[in-house]
């Protein structure tokens, strides 16, 4: 390559890779984040309005964020939701539902059990496994502390 074309090259490159506000991405994250933590809330008060104990009240919350979720990215609506808050729409609960639900729709076309069946913890399935296998080991340290009298 010469000069010239090297030039014509990175002005191209430079053309056409998007620019980024951190600030403005940040403050997209925290409104989006935040809109989730306050419908959760919302929920939260509701229910423990309608008399349930705490612990019920937040089940009920978490099962309704994920049943929204999954309702968002059936109808395709969370993907520009992601899109505008970026990390503020992938960190809560709602954000881990929809990787499951977008890879059970995305897949579905295969089958039952060779496409959902096997595809669907595609992107979630890394963060069971490791969850699981942490909360075991843990576990077992507990268990060895409780049996060795040091907890």
């Known amino acids: 390559m010469d000069e010239k074309q090297k030039k014509e090259y ?5 053309r056409i890779t998007p620019t980024h506000n951190l ?3 940040m403050i997209k994250a925290f409104v989006t984040g935040g809109a989730i933590c306050v419908i959760g809330q919302v929920i939260l008060n509701v229910c423990a309005a309608m008399g349930l104990d705490r612990q019920t009240a937040g089940s009920w919350s978490a099962i309704l964020l994920i049943l929204f979720s999954v309702l968002l990215t ?3 609506l969370y993907p520009s939701i992601v899109k505008w808050g970026g990390a503020g729409a992938l ?10 639900a977008a890879c059970a729709i995305e897949f579905k076309k295969e089958g039952q059990v060779f496409g959902v069946g096997c595809k669907i913890f595609t992107i979630a399935g890394p963060v069971i496994l490791y969850g699981i296998f942490t909360s075991w080991v843990l576990g077992v340290i507990y268990w060895a502390g409780k049996v060795t009298g040091s907890l």
């Open 10 to 14: 990175e002005q191209y490159v430079s």
């Open 23 to 25: 600030f403005l991405q």
């Open 91 to 100: 960190v809560p609960i709602t954000g881990f539902a929809n990787s499951v």
């Open 74 to 76: 059936g109808f395709n």
